[in-house]
């Protein structure tokens, strides 16, 4: 079964607009993370945003969010105010279990803003 | 150096070559990671080193794949007699271990093209 799966292939945002990125996990385990990466053209991946399953509140990083339903499983990203260059992939990823390091990436969803 | 730095950018293999892909972490990062990306996909786990030490391999889909970070910080990624099914980007990545939630830094990484 998949970990992470991220059901948007591609999305399309308009410049200026906000956008929701979808991630759904599963995992028994109590103790978990879950991350967002960017990978532009460039092909590095850069780290967004970091949201632990104790975690009270929603994690916020400038202009991204992270709209975390645990009942739903779901860890979605919310990027506001979007800009040129946020057009790119964006993959969910989560770390299961304490002091672990493995991550466990979803297929990813193809940004593109538009001007 | 302010990156995590691999090299080459590219590489194109004849079946059967060997070849060797290196990661300069970040200096003083203890942890450094392996990942491969095939095209349209996730990066997947492949190896974990905490210092010059191997701590965790089980990702390495063959015995053709070795990696080693023999004075615990330029790290290289070595896969012998390549088959084409090797073909797919191969991502390194470092963090301070006792950071793991802020995200780890990934390198630009290496495409593999096996022809």
């Known amino acids: 079964a998949q970990k992470i799966t991220q059901t948007q292939p591609g999305m399309f945002v308009q410049e200026k607009e906000a956008v929701t990125l979808d991630c759904t996990y599963d995992?028994?385990?109590?103790?978990?993370?879950l991350f967002w990466y960017k990978q532009p053209s460039s092909g590095e991946m850069i780290f967004l945003i970091y949201q632990g399953s104790y975690d009270q509140q929603n994690a916020t990083e400038g202009r991204y969010s992270l709209n975390f339903q645990k009942a739903r499983k779901s860890a979605n990203l919310v990027i506001s105010a979007s800009q040129l260059g946020d057009s790119a992939m964006y993959f969910c990823?989560?770390?299961?279990?304490?002091?672990?390091?493995?991550?466990?990436f979803g297929t990813g969803t193809r940004l593109k803003v538009l001007a | 150096g302010a990156g995590v730095s691999q090299s080459p950018r590219y590489k194109v293999a004849k079946r059967g070559q060997d070849v060797a892909l290196r990661c300069d972490p970040i200096?003083?990062?203890?942890?450094l990671f392996w990942y491969q990306q095939a095209l349209g996909q996730g990066p997947e786990f492949l190896t974990y080193f905490q210092n010059e030490a191997q701590l965790d391999k089980s990702g390495l889909p063959s015995d053709r794949f070795f990696a080693e970070r023999p004075e615990g910080s330029v790290s290289t990624l070595k896969i012998q007699r390549t088959q084409q099914e090797d073909s797919a980007v191969y991502l390194c990545?470092?963090?301070?271990?006792?950071?793991?939630?802020?995200?780890?830094?990934f390198g630009s990484g290496t495409r593999l093209t096996v022809v």
């Open positions: 990545a470092s963090s301070h271990t006792d950071r793991v939630n802020y995200g780890y830094t």
């Open positions: 995992t028994s385990d109590p103790s978990y993370g």
């Open positions: 990823a989560m770390r299961e279990g304490q002091g672990t390091y493995k991550y466990i």
């Open positions: 200096s003083g990062h203890v942890s």
